[in-house]
């Protein structure tokens, strides 16, 4: 399953990105897509519910603890992570993969494909930005691997696109290219544990109660500052 | 050898004084970071109040140059 709004000139690039990811796989697995209005949190739910998918994909925009819908309303945060329990997760997303990706094992989620901060791209190499973004979902699809066993090939796949972009003399484009490489992170069962929260209040609470009495704090904290997406970040 | 801040600024300038406006195919060269959308002039007319922004375009030239560091 994928969701993608598109309501800002940066969604409706992410969009084409994402639909075209999707049609590259949609020979080797059943995709659900919900695109532009659609991606917003009662079709997602409901369909998350009834169709149990294996993969959920999201791409712009995303925040520390949230994927955002078409609507500006999260489609998943901290609440309803859990919804993904058993899937592999697919985000393109700015910063989810600190917050959410953090919880995700926690959550019984699989594996959590994220970046760790916000993304950056030049539209000097929209092409170029689509093909690293799109590469590591496509060749976990394509190969049968775990995204966990496809993401250093696809950093590198990165690496050696922002190379070429700097011999094209596309310096910001290459800058962007190595920095979403830099910040890219897949989290999954097993795997090392997250980095221990930077805030003091956070680590302590981690310390006495676990990832999962964290993620209940946050979650509450959630609830009472309902998020709102930043425009400006 | 990294460059330090001020050089690194003046770089970074550079870099951006010599991006086209405009990408071959006519539309306007923009860059994302976040939740931002910027274009080289938007970028440039903030360059000296917007401290955040300064940071963010530093902060990208600064991992290609250790990128490249790296590679050699």
Redesign the interface.
Known sequence: MAAAPKF???TE?SLDWCSQAMDEISDKIEVLGFYDREAVKRYVIQALKDKRPQWFVHYD?GSEYVMWGDDEEPIIDLSSLDRLAGMHVYCMN?SSGKGLGAHAVGKGILEYWGYVD???????ALKEFGDVFNYGIIMSVDSGRWLKDVVEEARQHG?DT??RL?EDGK??A???M??DM?ILHVYFEGGPEPPEPECWFSRLAKRLFGWNGLWLLRMLRQKLLEPV????? | MVARKDELDEEVLEVLRQQPEKNSDGTPWKLKIGSRFLTKRDILDNWDNDKELKRDVRKLLLGLKLHLLGRR
């Open positions: 800002d000139e940066v690039i925009h700015c916000v993304v950056a791209f030049t539209t000097d690496y922002a190379d700097r310096i910001l290459a800058s962007a190595v920095r830099n997406r930043a425009h400006n970040l």
